[in-house]
C-alpha cells in the first residue's frame, strides 16, 4: 500500500507542511489577516507569501538584527508587516511596488499595521527606483524579493554583510531560473 505522501503531488505536499509548520509557529494575527483579505477583496492576486514565510522572514531579519530592509515587490504589504515588525527602534523598511492598485491597498495595510512612520513604499518599476535609491546613499542590511526578475544586483548593502532573500519557489515548487535565492553572509 502507497504512502499517504506518495500520493500526494508536490503542491499538495507543499500546502500540507505549509500549513502544519503555520498552525506549530504563527499566532492569529487580526492585522496580517486583514491584509490577506484585503487581496481577495480588491481582486489582487493572493501570491503573498504564506505566513509560515512570513514568521520565516521575521526571525531571518531579526537574527540579522537589520535595521535597514529593502523589500521588492509589496502587494498587498503582507510579508512588509511581518519584515517591518521586526526593526528595532528606529529601524526602516523600504519597499518597491510598480502597480498603483497594489500599492493603494498596500498603503492602507500599513497604516492600519500602525507602521508608517517604519514603511517607506516606492511606487514605480524597481529599475527605476532602485537608482534613485542609490543616488540617496541608502544601505540595506537585508533584501526580500518577492519579484521574478532579475534586478537583486547592484543593491546597496549596510555595513558589514548584507543577507539577500528571494521569494523563488512558486506554490508549484518550480525554482526561478532568474533570481536565485542568495544568501551572503
Ligand atoms: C509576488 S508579489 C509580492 C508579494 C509580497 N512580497 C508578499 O509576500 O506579500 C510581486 C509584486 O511585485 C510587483 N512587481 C512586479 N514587477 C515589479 C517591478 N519590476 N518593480 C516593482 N514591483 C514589481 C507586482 O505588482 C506584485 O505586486
Redesign the pocket.
Known sequence: MKQATEARTGEQLWTAVDRYITEMVVQPDAILDAALESCVTAGLPQ???SAGEGKLLYLLARIRRAKTIL?????????TIWLARSLPRGGRLIT????PS?AAVARANITRAGLDDVVDLRLG???DTLPVLASESHKFDLTFT??T?S?ASGIPSGSGASANIG?TITLSGRISQRTPASCSA
Open positions: 501570491i503573498s507569501v523589500e521588492i515587490g509589496t502587494l498587498a504589504a503582507y510579508s518597491l511596488e510598480s502597480d497594489h518599476l524597481a529599475m518577492g519579484i526578475s534586478v521569494q
